[in-house]
């Protein structure tokens, strides 16, 4: 199985600050990655696939990139609506996709 | 408008069979490159997939549960059931069905999810 990595598991910013989250994957999977965000009490929300394309409707302030092994999930400017719970889902693996630990975002 | 609704118990005792249904309206389960999974995810703990089923029938499971887990559909009823048997308390999480789409396995709609308790 691919084992996802995320880091780091929980951070604290500012609002407008930057925030990066990696995900790094234990073998080369191409750009078979996507993100996804989790707020308290709801169900997952896709937000990025194949790596970097924006999933319909969400705000341009996330970004991803990456290949291979080693991704990340970019939110410029953070805003208190994006306090949530983040995670990777690889798909190079199919049928058997794999998540990450997740990274929880916190507003200091 | 696609939706995707999770039913089932919300409380099971050790060694007993938990069945769920995805009832789903929106997108039909025939159509080529259509599936559904399940995913479970303990309280405050990550996300684990479970299981999928697809448009022709072709099922996969995730390896460390598959020999207790079974995924079937109805496509006329617009449902998909997953049974587990041989329950634990190990096993108590949210579950929840999304829609996923086949080549490129993203999970572009959830369900509510269904937090299933397993105790005594």
């Known amino acids: 199985d691919v084992q996802m990595t995320q880091s780091p598991s929980s951070l604290s910013a500012s609002v407008g600050d930057k925030v990066t989250i990696t995900c790094q994957a234990s073998?080369?999977?191409?750009?078979?990655l996507n993100w996804y965000q989790q707020k308290p009490g709801k169900s997952p929300k896709l937000l990025i696939y194949?790596?970097?394309t924006l999933e319909a409707g969400v705000p341009s302030r996330f970004s991803g990139s990456g290949s291979g092994t080693d991704f990340a999930l970019t939110i410029n400017s953070l805003q208190p609506e994006d306090i949530a719970t983040y995670y990777c889902q690889q798909y190079d693996n199919l049928p058997l996709p794999t998540f990450g630990g997740g990274t929880r975002v916190e507003i200091k | 408008q696609v939706t995707l609704k999770e039913s089932g118990p919300a409380l099971v005792k050790p060694t007993q069979t938990l069945t769920l249904t995805c009832t789903f309206s929106?997108?039909?389960?025939?159509?080529?490159?259509?599936?559904v999974s399940w995913i479970r995810q303990p309280p405050g703990k990550a996300l684990e997939w479970l299981a999928r089923?697809?448009?022709?029938?072709?099922?996969y499971y995730t390896t460390s549960l598959k020999t207790r887990l079974t995924i079937s559909k109805d496509s006329s009823k617009n449902q998909v059931v997953l049974t587990m048997t041989n329950m634990d308390p190990g096993d108590t999480a949210t579950y929840y069905c999304?829609?996923?789409?086949?080549?490129?396995?993203?999970?572009?709609?959830w369900g509510q999810g269904i937090l299933v308790a397993v105790s005594s």
């Open positions: 194949d790596a970097s």
């Open positions: 089923i697809d448009w022709d029938e072709d099922e």
């Open positions: 929106g997108f039909s389960l025939s159509t080529s490159g259509m599936c």
């Open positions: 073998r080369h999977i191409s750009k078979a």
């Open positions: 999304a829609r996923e789409i086949a080549v490129s396995a993203k999970f572009d709609y």
